[in-house]
């Protein structure tokens, strides 16, 4: 239920990548470890779903990771954000998965 309020509040928003305050900064932070842990491991490391950190990601063409993210993967458990995150929201968790956890 929380990670539902804080999509919701995350959904509400407006603001650029730029300018995502510290708190949907924070929610973000929380959507990837826990939604997105609970299909690739609660470390990222892989699980339903393939390892998703940065040192795995190294080939990966930022505008290739946006598209997965936003689109799913068909005839994979991987669903579509799109409906749910803003592109500068998805924008930010590239970056936060690129670097590591850090932004």
Known sequence: MRSLA????????????????????????????????????MTLKGGLGPDIRAQTLVDWESDALRMVILDGVAGTPMPPWRPLLSDDEVDWIVNYLKKGGTQ
């Open 6 to 41: 804080c999509l919701l509040y995350l959904l509400a928003s407006t603001a650029t990548a730029a300018e995502l305050s510290p708190v949907q900064q924070q929610g973000l932070e929380r959507l990837v470890l826990q939604d997105c842990g609970s299909c690739h491991g």
